[in-house]
């Protein structure tokens, strides 16, 4: 998800899915759309119905949820890392310009990175925010940094699991120690994979359906549901849609077991209604799931360790005077940590791998939901409000005499 909002507040003003809808638009008419052109006005200097060059239209925000034919659904990050460059900055000119209606010229910005990104991309970021957006100021802090600060430490042990990855990322002083890191492509994205397997052979109907496969015409009772029949649905929309709803599902049902799964568990059944109006029930789909987390994964596409034994790798790769602080402080952030007991699994695990006595464990998990989703943002408005920020950022001056490289020097 993208974050965005002002110094100082205590959450963002705007959150919306950092995904963009692409539509190429162009045999028969251009538009002028709010995010270049698209869809929605004639042509200028254009005969109808005359071919012209094709467009891509990119739709964001809630305008990327609403059907049209033939949209494709496109993430510009992999992994936390940005590979479309040109989506990525539709979504920027969304969240400053139309979300939060400042102008950048006029604005210091500061931008969170993913605590892996490279040398290369940091530049890049760089380079494209000074010249597209011409900024006062411009300060870039890494996601795991922030989220210390959001937990008022400077040195931390982050475990972060999203959507797409899972990191523990062991920060000192304010820096993040780039060779103790451990990643882990099983996260939150993963987990719904497994959900919508589990669960198929559930639905009496032959498949599970998104919100945009249907209409409900409220009658006398129960609902009823009208199919739409859609043409140009792409595999990428169709897709996301089914994930949206899947989403719902897992956070509204999923739980992390106090113990390590066990087929002969006891386990309340649960009963869930779908979108359109389908109830299934739950039971060991509830626990097994999540209970992956926490163990070593080996399946199609994925190899991974627990994510105890990657904080241990982490916490035993970093420098042996600063473990002590790191075991004190592990902060547990990003959505895929918001299921009930996950953070008193995880204290119980990593206790189990800790050395006896040797060091004081403490697992620090918001109960607010929102501080542990946005903490990285939450961090980051703490660190844009002090007084010496304007000490830190990287001027325009700065930029236009050292160049992209500047970011190096200044953003740690």
Known sequence: MTKAGHAGDDGPNTVFPTNVGCVMVGENYVGQGSHGVGEGAAAKDVEPGKPVQQKRVIYVGNEMSVFRSHMEIISPTSLGIVNDWDSMEKLWDHAIMERLRVDPVDTPLLFSEPSINTK???????????????????????????????????????????????????????????????????????????????????????????????????????????????????????????????????????????????????????SYELPDGTIIQLEKERYKLTDLMFQNISMPGVISSSIQDMIMNSISSADADIRKELFGGIIVTGGNTLFKGFAERLQKEVQNKNPPQMYKLKVISPADSVERRFSSWIGGSILASLGSFHQMWMSKQEYDEVGKSLVNLKCP
């Open 120 to 270: 290369e991309q940091r530049e890049k970021l760089t380079e494209l925010v000074f010249e597209k957006y011409k900024p006062k100021g411009f300060f870039v802090a890494k996601e795991a940094t922030l989220s210390a600060y959001a937990s008022g430490r400077s040195t931390a042990l982050v475990v972060d699991s999203g959507s797409d990855m899972t990191l523990t990322v062991p920060v000192h002083d304010g820096y993040v120690l780039q060779k103790s890191i451990q990643r882990s492509p099983f996260a939150g994205s993963k987990i719904t994979e497994q959900l919508y397997s589990s669960i198929s052979h559930k639905l009496s109907n032959s498949e599970l359906r998104p919100r945009y496969m249907f209409n409900k015409k409220q009658g006398k009772g129960k609902p009823e549901i009208q199919l739409i029949q859609r043409t140009g649905v792409t595999t990428s929309y169709h897709t996301y849609q089914l994930k949206t709803t899947l989403n719902d599902l897992k956070e509204s049902i999923c739980r992390v077991p106090e113990e390590p799964y066990d087929e002969g568990m006891s386990i309340t059944m649960q």
